[in-house]
Structure formats: C-alpha cells, structure tokens
C-alpha cells in the first residue's frame, strides 16, 4: 500500500512538472493570416495581350507559400515562394481571345500553416492588342518668337499615340523631359533662362508601347529673314469630307508650312496641319461636314520666323460622293515612248488626270478628258524617272475623290 502511494506521488509530481514547463521550449502556433493588397494592373485600366506582371504587396508573420491568380473566378495560374522567402512575381498570361473583353481578377496568398487570404478584387481591366510603336514625329523646327520665348512646331506622323514630350538640354547636358502634351498636337512653346545659352530639343510620341523620337533642333543660330508669303491659295472640295488646298511656294528657306482653317460662320482660324517644305498641297479630311463652306490660309515658318498668313481660300464639300474612277492602270509604250493611263467609265462626269514625278514631287494636272472617255496617253515623259499617276471626276467645278495610284518606272 504504501509503495503504491509513493509511485502515485511520483508521477503526480512529473505531470505538475511537465504541465509548468516553459513554453520557449516549443514553437509558437501560427494563428495569424497573410495580408494582400493588389495595386497594379487598377480598376478601369487598359492592358495589352501577353505578358502583364502584377504588382501587389503581401505579408505573413511565418511567410508565404504560394499565391494563386483568378481571372473572373477562375483559378489561372500558381505561384510559389522560392526558398529565401521572397515574393514570388506573377506574371499574368494574357491570350488573344480576351482581345476586347472586359475581366476582373484578384489574388489569393497563402502561408506556411495552410492560412489564406484574398486580395482586394481589381475590375473592368480591358484586354486589347499591343501597340504598335508610334511613329517618330518628323520635320521639327526652332522659332525665335524672343529672346526667351521659342516655338518648336513639327509634323505628327502616328495616328496611335497617346501624346507627345518635349525634351530639352543644354549644349553639354543631359536631356529632360520638360512638358507632355496630348495627342495631335503639333505645336508647343518653351521659356528658357538664359538667353545667351543653347538649348537642344527633340520631341518624342509615345505610347502604351514605346517612345519614338524625332529629329534634334537647338536655338544657337540668330536672327534671319523670314520665308516669303505663299501666294495663289486655293481650295478645292473632292467630295462630302474632304478639300484639297494649294499654293504657289515662294520661299528659298522656308522648313514647313502652316495650314489653318475656320468654318465659313466662324471668325478665328485653328491650325489643322504643317507639312513639310516645297509641298505645295494638303487635303484636308479632318472632321469635314457636306455642304458646308471652309475658308482656309497658309503661312511659310522659317528658321527665323514666320511669313505673314496668305490670302484666304473658301471651298464647300459636296452634298454626296461621286465615286472616283475605278480601276486605273498604266502601262508604258516602250516603241512609242508613251504611258496609256485607263480606267473604267461611270460616264457621270469629265476625268481630270494628274502626275508627280518621284516619290517625293508634287502632283501637277496634266490633261482633262471628255464625259465618255476611259483612257489617256501622257507623251511628256522622259527615259530614267518614275512616274505616279491618279485621276478624279470633276464635278460642278469640284473635284471627287481620288483614284487609286499607278507608278510606271521608265528604264534608260
């Protein structure tokens, strides 16, 4: 009896022992969840197909082990921690068949101890194809309007950025970027310091793609004379949304010019173009409505200035379309030495036919048809240059559309 009153004690005494050991002698539980927060691709963005990595912030006290990605609460893709610990980067996989949808996500974290947490829910992410790098803005010129206040004016030749930046340095800097301007524009100013200094400046389009950049100007050269004013303005409607505006180019130094416009009940003009210089026309198809009157002026810009605007030119787009003539084509005569321009006849109007010569000439009117007539024979051309032709109906005194361009290349 007594023996078994002493093993009793015994192990009484080993239970109240083992029940007060400290509890540093075994890990802590894990009781706490992982936190997540999303914060890039956001509610309402725009996101290219392919590669898209989301950013996010996540937190554990014991760490992560993986994260999951849904897309519209589907489970895409996994994502483990590696063995330091670090956060994983998820990269969202994005495929052509959500090209023009709209989709949702969010991300679920989970730790070491099988507790899991889901992110914050990001919606209205639209899926569109990857850009297309923008074209680089062309034909950027300097104007001195002070000696502190210069003009910098170039041709836009993308039609898919989201804007353009000015970006300016001094002789041995580095350049900044000083001002972004939205898209289609054209023109924008700049105030410098120091008017002594020599300023650079280029300026870029860019996109959710990419960033192209244009030529380099600097304000180092002086004063100068201005180009000289264009003359024989005229404006020539081809249709219900489009005007075709000429000049006569009476300058030696001018590097563009400037093409301004205004509705008929308007009094102030706007800038719709600037083009590059020994062009000598410009249609205009910029948000044109039929039977409505344009007026239309145009002004040389030099290296050290502008020319005074020119006369004005008023042209009324047509209450409908003809159709240009169809289906030109051209073909040299090598034993005459001739070029045979024909196309189909709508018999509707008179043909007017006109001709550059090279890439890089300006479309001149080289000869009228009759109402029934379908073909041409252009005898002024010379061996060793390439010509393009194109032709339109002419229409009370306007001109339709054009045709489609031919080139024929005439070897020696």
Known sequence: MRRSILRFVTLLSLVVILGCASPSSKSSPDKMAPTIT??????????????????????????????????????????????????????????????NSSVSYFVIAYDRAGYSTQSNRMTDIQIKRPYDPPAAPVNLILTKLSDVLLNLLWEDKSGNEVGFELWRKERDGAYEKIKTLPANTISANDTIAVPAAVYYYQIKAFNHSAISASNEVNSGAGFG?????????????????????????????????????????ETGFSQIACVPPNTVEYIDKTDLVATTTYVYRVAAQGPYGQSEWSDTAAGTTLAQDLIPPPNLSAIFRQTEKQVLLSWINNGLAETRIERKIGSNGNYT???????????????AVELGNEYFYRVALIAGGQLTNYSN????????
């Open 225 to 265: 004379n201005t180009p000289v004013i264009p003359t024989a303005v005229r404006a020539l409607a081809l249709g219900t949304t489009r005007i075709k505006v000429t000049w006569a180019n009476n300058s030696l130094n001018e590097l563009a010019f400037k093409i301004q416009r205004r509705s008929a009940s």
């Open 365 to 379: 009117e080289i000869g009228k048809t009759a109402i029934e007539a379908s073909s041409y024979i252009d005898a």
């Open 405 to 412: 361009e031919v080139l024929v290349s005439i070897s020696r």
């Open 38 to 99: 999303l914060h890039e691709p956001a509610t309402g963005d725009t996101i290219a197909t392919g590669k898209n990595q989301i950013t996010y912030k996540a937190d554990d006290d014991h760490g992560l082990a993986f994260l999951e990605l849904y897309v519209d609460d589907k489970l895409v893709s996994k994502h483990k921690t590696d063995a330091s610990g670090a956060m994983p980067v998820i990269q969202w996989e994005i495929d052509t068949s959500l090209v």
